[in-house]
């Protein structure tokens, strides 16, 4: 079946970490490049990362870079989002998609709050 399923969210302290993780199935993972986009309530979507099918180059988010790490094992077709120094503002649903927003994951919640 074709999809992405995301998974690693929680409740975590400010200044924490988390990893996220995204299992994709059904199609030619490697050839496609990938985003995370996360969304907050009352505010719309913002894309954080973007990483090449190869996994060689990533972009990200100005609100992100520096904190955010996105990386990819093609192997085992998997998408990784490590987020560390956490702050509040971090707080939204993430999601992973292929990059031009054709196939979503159901998404997964990051709550930073002490």
């Known amino acids: 079946e074709v999809q992405l399923q995301a998974y690693g969210g929680g409740l975590v302290q400010p200044g924490g970490s988390l990893r996220l993780s995204c299992v994709a199935s059904?199609?030619?993972?490697?050839?496609?490049?990938m985003i995370w986009v996360r969304q907050a309530p009352g505010k719309g979507p913002e894309c954080v990362s973007a990483?090449?099918?190869?996994?060689?180059?990533?972009l990200y988010a100005d609100s992100v870079k520096g904190r955010f790490t996105t990386s990819r094992d093609n192997a085992r077709k998997t998408l990784h989002l490590q987020m560390d120094n956490l702050k509040p503002e971090d707080t939204a649903l993430y999601y992973c998609?292929?990059?031009?927003?054709?196939?979503w994951g159901q998404g997964t919640q990051v709550t930073v709050s002490s």
């Open positions: 059904g199609f030619t993972f490697e050839n496609i490049d």
């Open positions: 990483i090449n099918g190869g996994g060689i180059t990533a």
């Open positions: 998609a292929t990059i031009g927003g054709s196939l």
